[in-house]
């Protein structure tokens, strides 16, 4: 994943523990030591807590903070580039789904002064894709398809971190789109595999249990959770 080229378009599976938040900082690194400006690179989370991390991991691979990086929040992303684009503050107030629908407008109406902005853009990243679902998940796939078609994107998450529409069989969201490439986007699928948090063979065998259940919505059977408690047991030390 770090070091993929800078224009690949990428969708990357990154369970607990995968190194997430370190790989995109070192893809970040990478991006820039292969010339690209840090302005031209745009990182956009789910949460506020994501992106304190992800600006302090970042700052750890130089002695500062890359100049015009841009890291923040899609919500933040959204309501910042609305007034840069000329729409009333108080029009933003109250709702930040109005602010994300005003932006996605922007964005499908190919508002120039947006264009313009993008055109620059070299690579985009966007973190905690399972949790952008419905305006937002719009918003971010009509941000993918304005970007001029040299520029990369790497999206990351965890489908079963979801946390809207987990329990439901239709939930869609970003990560799911996009790794459909029946959908026509045509990114490539990565899975980060080593797990960092835990060298105990049990409990990489209790994760990746627990990951498979999840997957088939078979979680619940008293069987299945006799199983783990075995298995967690018998990984705690004694």
Not at 69 to 86: C, E, I, P, S, Y
Not at 145 to 173: F, K, M, R
Request: proline share 3%.
């Amino acid at each position: 994943v770090i070091q993929e080229r800078e224009n690949s378009r990428i969708v990357v599976e990154a369970p607990p523990g995968a190194g997430k938040t370190a790989v995109i900082a070192a893809r970040i690194n990478s991006l820039i030591e292969s010339g690209i400006v840090p302005s031209n690179i745009w990182l956009i989370s789910f949460t506020r807590v994501a992106v304190r991390e992800m600006k302090d991991r970042v700052t750890g691979w130089s002695s500062s903070f890359p100049a015009g990086l841009k890291v923040a929040t899609l919500d933040q992303t959204a309501f910042r580039m609305n007034v840069a684009l000329g729409v009333d503050v108080e029009e933003l107030i109250g709702d930040y789904t109005i602010s994300i629908e005003k932006f996605a407008k922007k964005i499908k109406e190919r508002d120039p002064d947006f264009m313009d902005f993008i055109d620059g853009m070299e690579h985009l990243i966007i973190d905690e894709a399972q949790d952008f679902v419905d305006a937002r998940e719009e918003l971010c796939l009509q941000l993918i398809d304005s970007l001029p078609n040299e520029c990369g994107v790497s999206v990351l998450g965890d489908a079963h971190q979801a946390i809207y529409g987990w329990n439901t069989s239709n939930a869609g969201n970003l990560q799911l789109t996009l790794q459909d490439n029946e959908l026509g986007r045509n990114f490539k699928s990565v899975e980060l595999q080593k797990i960092h948090r835990t060298s105990s063979p049990a409990l990489l065998g209790l994760i990746e249990d627990l990951r498979l259940d999840l997957a088939v919505y078979d979680s619940a059977t008293e069987e299945n959770w006799d199983r783990r408690i075995d298995m967690i047991g018998g990984a705690l030390p004694s």
